[in-house]
């Protein structure tokens, strides 16, 4: 979970036996708070570049807003970038190739 953006997110990564990743089925959760806001914009990049760089041959990605009592969480400057990025590349990812 993020603190500026709060963002969970639930992923499933399947490798080659040599390490490549495959296939990524990936959840992403984002707190919107409120209102609706840029919340859809900042959920829509934030899929937009869940792959990165890399060439991942099957994603399957959802992305849920889930309204909240606390207020608004507007776009800031990575605008749903470094939500995604934390979340696979670093943590599930990361994770998984180190449990194999």
């Known amino acids: 979970m993020h603190a500026r953006a709060p963002?969970?997110?639930c992923a499933q990564v399947g490798f080659s036996r040599d390490g490549m990743v495959k296939a990524v089925?990936?959840?992403?959760f984002s707190a919107a708070g409120n209102s609706m806001d840029l919340s859809g914009p900042v959920m829509d990049r934030a899929i937009l570049h869940?792959?990165?760089c890399y060439t991942?041959?099957?994603?399957?990605?959802?992305?849920k807003l889930c309204k909240t009592n606390q207020?608004?969480?507007?776009?800031?400057?990575?605008f749903g970038g470094p939500q995604v990025w934390a979340g696979v590349c670093v943590g599930v990812c990361g994770a998984t190739i180190s449990n194999n």
């Not at 207020?71 to 990575?78: E, I, L, P, Q, V």
């Open 50 to 52: 869940s792959d990165n």
């Open 25 to 28: 089925d990936m959840r992403l």
């Open 7 to 9: 963002t969970c997110t």
């Open 71 to 78: 207020s608004s969480n507007t776009a800031y400057r990575g």
């Open 56 to 63: 991942v041959p099957h994603m399957r990605l959802v992305g």
